[in-house]
């Protein structure tokens, strides 16, 4: 209550005539600015020695944090773009790549609740700059296995990638062949092989828990800090410009995604001769530790100026009214304005310090531990709030599964490059989702709107949203027949019409060159499989093309083209990104009622806790667990493991009609839940209307005594809604 006192005693202070103050000596004003400013009373240096240093501006401090949060979440959502590029260079399962995508929560949720016990009793601008540079060393740490891993060989059945030697994938009679051999990539495993894979996947692992770590002090201390020094006014202008340029980070993340992945991984130590794979090519890996070496750069970049800020500055209110009194600007008029409470955020300034916030300083750490449950099983006892979490978390799961596998899911769908995945992703659908929070913030501004006319709109958009995602289940095709894998019945002639057609080639069982009849719409695992015996070049355009020759299981003998076969819904790929963009709009405008209704739905002592165990509740039921869900989901729909020492590594193929079910359905299952969370409130928020329309009914027509009673009885009605 000590900071609310001086804010209040500097607001009378200052209320005062124009003239009185104008007359007052600058020396005296500066000594009063020097202590009143800092909360507590404290005296800080000289303003006018502060003054030429642009480390004590506030605007200068909600610069610097923009773009650090705006880092920051590049790194955070670099994983997630070059998800299925990992996958296939370490050979990882979806369920194992999920883990990895979520565990950056793990450190970050262990350490969140003691935010609110040391906030007020740290260097916060120091604290932020050791997180960031914790950040940093993370993005380092997660590029490490690429430089100790040994290069990428997408041809197993060599040792070296030969750019022009295609004999391996081709069919051999055995008699060329002394015997068959075991599969190499097997025959070649080792305990340090298996030891290396299970270091790099370590490191992954580690750096994400760093990652989770360095981002615990970033945004509430940089959002307290705001709040504290900048005039009461001026704070939600200042968290909205902060707020919008760090909501562009994921989509610098998915656009830097696009630009590494065009990349080969092993562009530093590329083989003599080049390669003459394409990124249409499956067994194409981009540089996906590229990304993450300058997102590392940026948040250390960003990270310097922390260093420099001091623990406390002046309250920003006395040094706009200083400089409009130099300038003799309508002093007056002005500062009666500034000195009102906002408008835009009541009591704002004076909530954050009540309630467990508020007695935290005087806490030892186990009696905040102490105190810390009882206030959490409070908040969690409120119908609205505890609805209006788990309609989050529904939307949050959604979210954090559409993150980390929608990339992958375009790719395997629509045959698209995963490049041109992420800067669909990164151009349409994050732009779209800011635009949806910013105009949800936009009606709640404009209309006024109350607890009832919030959980209205929050209904309507997840409403709208669920409508949406119906059409998805049906924008998608069949997979095509693969030799071996699966067939469809009325397909055009096959392997089937050539019994043990490849059987005189002794294919290796793991190689993976797969090859395309385009007549028939096959696809072969390998020349081999196909029974091709030569390989043709062809040079158009500045691309290589090569076809095979001679292929014994192939009516006619061929050609065939090396690489996948095209998807027959690749035009698709735009409609479903369009939909899915409008959906992640309208799901994204419930984003502000939905926090209106936190706010104005608990105690007033409570809303600063509520709001940390909203964030804490989201981590641990819906960004942790959700990407194992859908990458679970993803690996039942698997057709063909590749296998590495023994043990199932990537998958090669899937079923895309399953696939595109359980995704979608999983969507649709948490869209769902949302919308029925929404529902209830809105139930709630009707009867308590109605409890209230009865009371005042009663009071105005009923005794005296009734009166009493009634206005007894309101009072926690007020307060719950």
Known sequence: MLMKTVDLQGQVNTDGPVGEEAQMPDKDTKAMMSVEDTPGGKACPNPQDLRPSVFYSIKFFVLCHSLLQLAQLMISGYLKSSISTVEKRFGLSSQTSGLLAAFNEVGNTALIVFVSYFGSRVHRPRLIGYGAVVVALAGLLMSLPHFISEPYRYDHTSPVDMPQDYEASLCQPTTLVPAPTPAPSNSSCSSNTEAQHLAVVGIMFMAQTLLGVGSVPIQPFGISYIDDFAHNSNSPLYLGILFAITMMGPGMAYGLGGLMLRLYVDIDRMP???????????????????????????????????????????????????????????????????????????????????????????????????????????????????????????TSSMVAGM?????????????????????????????????????????????????????????????????????????????????????????????????????????????????????????????????????????????????????????????????????????????????????????????????????????????????????????????????????????TTCVHWAQSCGRRAVCRYYDHDLLRNRFIGLQFFFKTGSLACFALILAILRQQVKEEGTQVTVSTSGPQQQLLASGSGKKPEESSV
């Open 272 to 394: 003599e001769g080049g390669i003459r794979l394409t990124s249409k090519d499956p067994r194409w890996v981009g540089a996906w530790w590229l990304g993450f070496l300058i997102s590392a750069a940026a948040v250390a970049l960003a990270a310097i100026p922390y260093f420099f800020f001091p623990k406390e500055m002046p309250k920003e209110k006395h040094e706009l009214r200083f400089r409009r009194r130099v300038l003799a600007a309508s002093a007056s008029t002005v500062s009666k304005g500034e000195d009102s409470p906002s408008e835009k955020s009541p009591g704002a300034s004076q909530e954050k310090h009540d309630g467990l916030a508020q007695i935290a300083p005087d806490l030892t750490v186990i009696q905040f531990i102490k105190v810390f449950p009882r206030v959490l099983l409070r908040t969690l006892r409120h119908p609205i709030f505890l609805l209006v979490v788990l309609s989050q978390v529904c």
């Open 403 to 635: 993150a980390t596998f929608l990339p992958k899911f375009l790719e395997r769908q629509f045959s698209v490059t995963a490049s041109y995945a992420n800067l669909l992703i990164g151009s349409l659908t994050i732009p779209s989702a800011i635009m949806g929070i910013v105009l949800g913030g936009v009606l709640v501004k404009r209309l006024h709107l109350g607890p009832m006319r919030c959980g209205i709109l929050c209904l309507l958009g997840a409403l709208s949203c669920l409508l949406l995602s119906l059409p998805l289940f049906f924008m998608g095709c069949p997979t095509h027949q693969i030799a071996g894998i699966t067939r469809q019945p009325g397909d055009l002639p096959g392997p089937e019409l050539f019994p043990a057609c490849s059987e005189p080639c002794s294919c290796p069982l793991d190689d993976f060159n797969p090859v395309c009849d385009p007549r028939a719409h096959v696809e072969y695992l390998t020349p081999c499989q196909a029974g091709c015996t030569s390989p043709v070049a062809q040079e158009a355009l500045d691309k290589s093309q090569v076809f095979y020759t001679n292929c014994s299981c192939v009516a006619g003998g061929g050609p065939v083209s090396a690489g996948s076969c095209d998807s027959a819904c690749s035009h698709l790929v735009l409609p479903f990104m369009f939909l899915v963009s409008l959906g992640a709009a309208l799901a994204s405008l419930t984003h502000t009622p939905s926090f209106m209704l936190i706010l104005r739905g608990v105690k007033k002592e409570d809303k600063t806790l509520a709001v940390g165990i909203q964030f804490m509740l989201l981590r641990v039921l819906a960004w942790m667990p959700s990407p194992v869900i859908h990458g679970s989901a993803i690996d």
